[in-house]
């Protein structure tokens, strides 16, 4: 079990564990982001300072908790002025992600199909999150894209996986039609101080 310990993080991970404890996955995915919207706007939890800094070329992800009994990780992720994703998945993982700090604009797409390599999608919904926001994504209405719209100001999100996430199917445009080409990406983890 992977553990980092700051102001709160017992409360944290004790209302992850009553989530996780529920039947069902809409039942977790709705407890745990009325917990994180709670925690986040009761300034209870302080997250490590680390979280708050950026990446160079890209977002940083770091992990905080993992858990052993319940197999789910925690992962604060640091979106400096302009930093996103293009669109992928969670390789049929849960989650909830809720923004700390900063403002992120989240694109949810539906997959159309895919023929002959190429994949198909169409966006559903869009929204701007601020703080103290949370949603969730559960499968297969996984397919999304995030991104800090600021010119100047970072954003930090906290994502709870059902799962440890080291890898996402991403998907990049190609020619026109809202076609996109699928790879495999792994993902590492920034470190954590």
């Known amino acids: 079990m992977l553990t980092l310990e700051f102001p709160g993080y017992r409360k944290l991970i004790d209302a992850i564990d009553t989530a996780v404890s529920k039947p069902t996955t809409p039942e977790i995915t709705d407890s745990l982001r009325n917990s994180l919207c709670r925690l986040i706007r009761g300034n209870e939890v302080k997250l490590p300072d680390c979280v708050f800094e950026t990446a160079e070329g890209r977002y940083a992800r770091r992990e905080l908790y993992r858990s052993d009994e319940h197999g789910y990780c925690v992962v604060a992720m640091t979106w400096g002025p302009g930093q996103g994703t293009p669109i992928h998945d969670h390789c049929g993982m849960w989650c909830v992600e809720g923004v700390w700090s900063g403002a992120l604009e989240v694109v949810q797409y539906e997959r159309l199909g895919e023929v002959d390599g ?21 499968p297969p209405h996984e397919y ?37 080409e699928r790879s495999d990406r792994q993902l590492g983890l920034d470190p954590v101080h």
């Open 118 to 138: 190429e994949w198909r999608f169409q966006p559903v919904g869009s929204i701007q999150a601020g703080p103290g926001s949370a949603g969730s994504l559960i």
């Open 144 to 180: 999304h894209t995030i991104r800090n719209p600021s010119d100047d100001a970072v954003a930090v999100s906290l994502h709870i996986y059902s799962g440890q996430m080291t890898h996402c199917a991403i998907f990049k445009p190609v020619g026109e039609n809202h076609c996109y």
